[in-house]
């Protein structure tokens, strides 16, 4: 339990500011495109060298850069959608990830690559989790000015000499890093979870950047505690109820929230009703 609460809050608090900016660049199906490329990197893994931790996360890793680098290089050389491309390779990821562990001849269950285990985090992969989350904060806070330029004014940051292709590329992986990361702790299926909605939910009280990247932290981090303490004292699968607790948060933030809620909306503001 230890373990999985300390795995649980590092993956929370790297993949909310990692969410906000995905939800800002309205790339929201990329990072569960990823999610769903980490299946067949695994089963590959697992098949040639069986349930060895580094073998899984090498091959998942790759995986997950690979398509999304692929993906990225279809939308700019063709005139297809970023998120088109995303979208078509995850469902080809996706099957052939199942196809693969289903006809591996291993009585491993299936469910266990789709929705993690998280009580079965040993020490070594706490460790892989909080130093991916660690790392991929402190190249957050390197890059966070370019990447918000890149965001919001990429004709700027091209005139003055700034690299955005390269921040792009940055910070995706950033986002394959900590997806590969959650997969030990939550599956493939789960680990998007903690990515976006954390993010969604954010955006329902904040405006600034910063501060929406704060709460969403926040927000991901009290849902890997309190959806495993559920999970535990109800006898619930670990991984659903994470991500249910993080549905309740987006759920009343949709309907409480102070910027664009429900309830704005059916008893608007005087200072609502002027913006």
């Not at 890093?177 to 299926?189: D, E, I, M, P, R």
């Not at 950047?209 to 709460?215: E, K, T």
Request: net charge positive.
């Amino acid at each position: 339990m230890k373990r999985a609460l300390i795995a649980c809050v590092s993956i929370g608090l790297a993949c909310g500011p990692i969410g906000t900016i995905l939800v800002l660049r309205r790339m929201s199906l990329a990072g569960d495109a990823i999610a769903h490329a980490v299946l067949p990197g695994a089963a590959v893994g697992f098949i040639f060298f069986g349930l060895s931790l580094p073998a899984m996360t090498i091959g998942s890793f790759v995986a997950a850069a690979l398509m999304a680098l692929v993906a990225s290089l279809v939308s700019r050389w063709t005139s297809q959608k970023e998120d088109a491309s995303f979208a078509s390779f995850y469902l080809i990821a996706l099957a052939l990830g199942v196809l693969l562990i289903s006809t591996s001849g291993s009585k491993v269950d299936l469910l266990h690559f789709l929705f993690g285990s998280v009580l079965a985090i040993d020490a070594e992969s706490l460790l892989m989790i909080a130093g991916a989350s660690t790392f991929s904060l402190l190249l957050l806070s390197v890059i966070w000015r370019p990447l918000m330029l890149e965001c919001f004014d990429p004709g700027f940051l091209r005139s003055v000499g700034g690299r955005g292709a390269i921040v792009h590329q940055l910070f995706m992986l950033m986002v394959v890093l900590n997806l590969v990361s959650a997969f030990q702790a939550l599956g493939t299926l789960m680990a998007v979870g903690l990515l976006m909605l954390p993010a969604t939910a954010a955006r329902f009280w904040c405006y600034g950047v910063v501060a929406r990247s704060l709460l969403a932290a926040a927000f991901g981090a009290f849902s890997g505690v309190f959806g495993l303490l559920v999970s535990y004292h109800a006898n619930f699968p670990s991984g659903p109820s994470i991500v249910l607790v993080a549905g309740v948060f987006y759920l009343a933030s949709l309907c409480l929230g102070t910027r664009d809620s429900f309830r704005l909306i059916l008893f608007p503001t005087p200072q609502h009703k002027e913006s």
